[in-house]
């Protein structure tokens, strides 16, 4: 029977770590000792490391500066090549019948042919228009001049004669 009191104080006197034990002043005096090394060890570590990502963030702000210019080059190309095509475009509709440029623009996206019907001479851009159907030269008439686009499914106003 002792023995099994002994047994049973055991593991609770077990349970308690010694280092919940008040430390000793050799174990202070350690800390205290590598306390300031510790701290300056660990500041050059995160200064190294802040200097690594320094360099992968300016590495990559690089990058990026490369690619705007590459992106804003391309831009300025295509808008080029859009400039052209639509002074292309123009010319090829100014120098066409007025018959044949109102069917042509007439089957054309409203906003396209709005546009293409106002950098064109007033002359030709009236000539194409009178050869339209009078709803279809109303549309892009409206639309040349910036108000809302219809529909192109829209009645014509009343009074309005089509062909």
Known sequence: MALAQATRTTPAAAATPPA???PTPDSEAFCTSIRDPAAEARFAWQAKTL???EGKLSD???????????????MDQRDAETQQAETR???IFSRMRPEAAALQLAA????????LLG????RNASAVLNEMEAARAAQLAEAMNGNRLRPAN???PT???TR
Do not use: H
């Open 20 to 22: 919940a034990a008040a």
């Open 60 to 74: 990559t702000l690089a990058k990026l500066e490369e690619k705007k210019a590459e992106l804003k080059r391309l």
């Open 119 to 122: 950098k064109l001479a007033p």
């Open 51 to 53: 200097k690594s990502l």
């Open 159 to 161: 009074g309005a004669r």
């Open 108 to 115: 054309m996206d409203q906003g396209i042919a709005a546009s």
């Open 154 to 156: 829209a009645t014509a």
């Open 89 to 91: 475009m123009v010319e």
